[in-house]
């Protein structure tokens, strides 16, 4: 197997956990007592995330790029709500256009619906985030790469099955 393919992948996980560190490590005082600042800052270093992992992705071929841009968004949704994820969302959108290539709108529209399905996910819970359960994180990213796999459908004809 490749060597190659692992690097992208682990650089993607490393940035994946600072999220993950960033959740946890501001307190939830300091969220509700700067509250807009707050969204605002946390949805630029997103969208930074998110221009760092499209940087280390995994080359299908020329234009066709496989990273976790999917996985970062539709869990800022969930996590972070609207505004900071809209913000991401827009940062990483602008760079996947600056890359171009024959799957650019197809990345845009994985982007966006990530986004989007974890901002609803959020939305329609009946229960606190911290009470998730193994089962509903399944079935939610299971969901988010569903419709990500059903945007490849918009490649062209000879590419859109083997990708």
Not at 24 to 32: E, G, L, S, V, Y
Not at 34 to 40: A, D, G
Not at 48 to 75: H, K
Not at 117 to 140: D, P
């Amino acid at each position: 197997m490749d060597k190659s393919i692992f690097l992208p992948l682990v650089q993607n996980a490393a940035l994946l956990l600072a999220l993950v560190f960033l959740y946890d490590a501001i307190p939830k005082k300091h969220q509700r007592q700067y509250f807009l600042l707050w969204r605002l800052g946390i949805g630029l270093f997103i969208g930074g995330i998110g221009v760092a992992i499209m940087s280390t992705p995994w080359m299908y071929e020329p234009g066709i790029i496989f990273d976790t841009r999917s996985v970062l968004l539709c869990v800022s949704g969930l996590f972070f709500g609207g505004l900071p994820t809209v913000i991401a969302v827009v940062i990483t959108s602008l760079y996947r256009l600056s890359i171009g290539g024959v799957a650019m709108w197809v990345g845009v529209g994985v982007i966006i619906s990530s986004g989007l399905i974890g901002v609803i996910w959020r939305h329609y819970r009946k229960s606190y985030l911290a009470n998730i359960s193994g089962k509903e994180v399944f079935g939610f990213a299971f969901l988010v790469h569903l419709v990500m796999l059903s945007w490849f459908f918009l490649l062209p004809n000879q590419l859109a099955l083997p990708v």
